[in-house]
């Protein structure tokens, strides 16, 4: 039943547009903010690796709303949507993501 599903709603191509939109996005936010070092991504399973406060980020995207892990001892936010989620899910988090990275004393 599960397979049939994700055949029938193309959940497989879905994501993988997606997460090359969240891509996309994220290495854009990248050279505006100077604040993430690097990006690795497969399909929209995404790490976000800061420079620095990486904790303080995911605190204020948990505090809007946003469940993101931390990976201890490293500066990396791990990112695992469901298959369904929806790209205003995705523009929200984002517009939030930038916000904070663009805040001074982030």
């Known amino acids: 039943e599960v397979i049939r599903v994700i055949e029938d709603e193309n959940l ?12 996309d996005e ?10 993430i070092r690097e990006i690795r991504s497969r399909g929209l399973m995404l790490a976000i690796e800061l420079h620095r406060n990486a904790a ?13 892990v931390k990976r201890p001892g490293h500066e990396v936010l791990r990112m695992d949507p469901a298959l369904t989620i929806e790209k205003d899910d995705l523009d929200l988090f984002l517009i939030n993501l930038e916000e904070i990275l663009c805040a001074e004393g982030t």
């Open 26 to 35: 994220l290495e854009r936010i990248r050279h505006k903010s100077r604040k």
């Open 12 to 23: 497989i191509y879905r994501c993988m547009a997606l997460g090359k939109f969240l891509y």
């Open 56 to 68: 303080f980020v995911q605190k204020e995207l948990l505090r809007r709303g946003f469940i993101l």
